[in-house]
């Protein structure tokens, strides 16, 4: 059975010193593990540099950025392009998150060309998806995700699609304590790899990693992470207490044991 992969976005929180200190507990605590677990920390771009240089100095986890630019460079006021973070150490990058999409408009075109910038760069996408709460109720959740998938990552070639991360996050248990029960997880999870599988064939579909994020926690993750087709999770504000997010990443390490 392959390695889990658990990521931790930090969002828009913590000043330096705090994200050093959690910087450097999480790398403490990592260090009692024989990891199997991939495991990326994504903090504010600020504190890049921080964490690649814990990453560099042989910390168990890589070094992952909240968003890119669509475009390569030029005369873009505030953006920060892939290029940029391949020269800082970064290895991973989150795109296409739900509060990228609600506050910031973007569109599934505009994701597209972010992760064709961090190809590009041999950057590794983790490309976002999910439905709403009303599309859910009114049972559009497949067509949504469907939608969402073809068009931000179809258009690549087979051999790109397998060092893509696919980050299933339910908008409506994203921040709200509400999480999608497990059946809900891998019933999403078995639905996205269908749809790699046929446009990708078996063995990229099983290599591709599809991780669940929504409110997943210490309490959860266990037996979020038993399911099938679940491979990890993008983790939120867990990801900014260091005990809890390594009992997390234990998780990880559990399931992949047991199974």
Wanted: charged letters at 20%.
């Amino acid at each position: 059975m392959k390695s889990k992969l658990v990521i931790g976005n930090w969002k828009m929180n913590q000043s330096f010193e705090q994200a050093e200190d959690l910087t450097t507990a999480i790398e403490d605590a990592l260090e009692d593990f024989n990891l199997s677990t991939e495991v990326v920390l994504c903090p504010p771009f600020p504190y890049l540099e921080l964490v690649t240089d814990h990453a560099d100095d042989g910390a168990h986890f890589y070094a992952g950025a909240q968003n890119c630019s669509q475009f390569t460079n030029g005369a873009f006021t505030g953006e920060i392009s892939a290029e940029m973070l391949v020269s800082l150490g970064v290895e991973f990058c989150i795109v296409g998150h739900s509060e990228r999409r609600k506050y910031f408009g973007e569109t599934n075109a505009v994701i597209a060309e972010k992760v064709n910038r961090l190809v590009e760069q041999q950057l590794i996408p983790v490309v976002c998806c999910g439905e709403t709460l009303e599309q859910r109720q009114n049972n559009q959740q497949f067509t949504v995700v469907e939608e969402q998938i073809s068009e931000t990552l179809f258009h690549l070639p087979k051999e790109k699609i397998e060092h893509v991360v696919i980050a299933y996050e339910p908008v409506w248990a994203i921040g709200t304590g509400e999480t999608a029960t497990p059946a809900q997880a891998e019933e999403m999870h078995s639905f996205i790899r269908s749809l790699v599988e046929k446009k990708y064939g078996t063995e990229t579909a099983y290599n591709t990693y599809i991780i669940y994020g929504g409110s997943c926690n210490a309490k959860n993750a266990v037996e979020l992470f038993a399911q099938e087709n679940v491979d990890g999770g993008l983790i939120g504000g867990a990801s900014l207490r260091a005990d809890e997010f390594v009992q997390i990443v234990e998780s990880a390490e559990t399931s992949v044991s047991e199974n």
